[in-house]
């Protein structure tokens, strides 16, 4: 665990500008303008169709993976500090960053099977 | 990081206050803090919506239109605007801290915070433009 520490924490940060810059904008128009209406929504086929451009593949990966690393960092001293959770470390660090290494693995196979 | 303190035989316990698991709520900035770092959970809620949207696209049609349709319920606007919240407060923060985790120098002279927490304002601006644009172009 000690070994990995500074990656954990390359990956925090990574993790944290990546949703400080792109979170709000992709949200506002996902996460309320489309379901408000007061956007349309992307039809299938186009949605379909920008996912699979390479560059896209590639953003989507980092956009979902960099994000839950940067969770799992955080909430997982959130827990020790906040619930004083100090003698669950092991499970807690294994929950978190299995959580994140696991929904990485999943947009990975999402993406490649996208086709 | 460390297991607790192991206590020998004749080492007597330390006194130690219990402090209450609301400790956070005492004092404004230790509430400012705690949800701060609670920013990061509305961040993997809003990773796994989109990862939920490429498993609908990858899925079929059918898939696509139930997610677009399950994220018109008040549940999923209530997240998603509780969530926009709380990823605007990430964002901000995030800006302020940047002078404090990483120095930036020119010539020699350190840049000012103010500058460099502005040019991060700046790049966050033309950043959201841009995939605005891109978003909002393929659907014309």
Redesign the interface.
């Known amino acids: 665990m000690r070994r990995i520490t500074p990656l954990l924490w390359l990956l925090f940060s990574a993790g944290g500008t990546v949703a400080a810059f792109l979170f709000p904008i992709h949200l506002l128009l996902l996460g309320l303008a489309v379901p408000m209406g007061w956007l349309d929504a992307l039809s299938y086929e186009s949605a379909r169709a920008l996912a699979k451009h390479p560059l896209a593949r590639l953003y989507l990966l980092v956009f979902i993976s960099l994000p839950l690393f940067h969770w799992a960092h955080r909430f997982r001293y959130t827990l020790y500090d906040g619930l004083q959770l100090k003698h669950l470390t092991t499970l807690i660090a294994v929950l978190c960053y299995g959580t994140a290494l696991a929904g990485t693995v999943m947009a990975a196979y999402t993406l490649w099977k996208l086709g | 990081?460390s297991?607790?303190p192991r206590y020998t035989l004749y080492h007597p316990g330390w006194y130690r206050r219990r402090?209450s698991?609301w400790w956070?709520l005492q004092n404004r900035s230790y509430a400012g803090f705690?949800l701060r770092?609670?920013t990061?959970?509305f961040?993997?809620f809003?990773?796994?919506?989109?990862?939920w949207?490429?498993?609908a696209?990858?899925q079929?049609?059918e898939a696509?239109?139930q997610f677009?349709a399950r994220?018109?319920t008040p549940l999923?606007?209530a997240l998603?605007?509780v969530?926009?919240v709380f990823?605007?407060f990430?964002?901000i923060t995030?800006?302020n801290l940047t002078p404090k985790?990483m120095v930036v120098r020119l010539r020699g002279k350190r840049v000012p915070d103010h500058v460099v927490v502005g040019l991060n304002y700046v790049?966050?601006l033309v950043?959201?433009g841009v995939?605005?644009f891109i978003?909002?172009r393929?659907?014309s």
């Open positions: 990081m297991a607790g402090v698991v956070w705690v770092e609670l990061s959970v961040v993997a809003f990773a796994g919506v989109y990862l949207q490429l498993r696209l990858a079929g049609p696509y239109a677009l994220l018109k999923f606007l998603d605007a969530a926009f990823v605007l990430h964002t995030w800006f985790a790049a966050w950043v959201s995939l605005a978003l909002l393929v659907r």
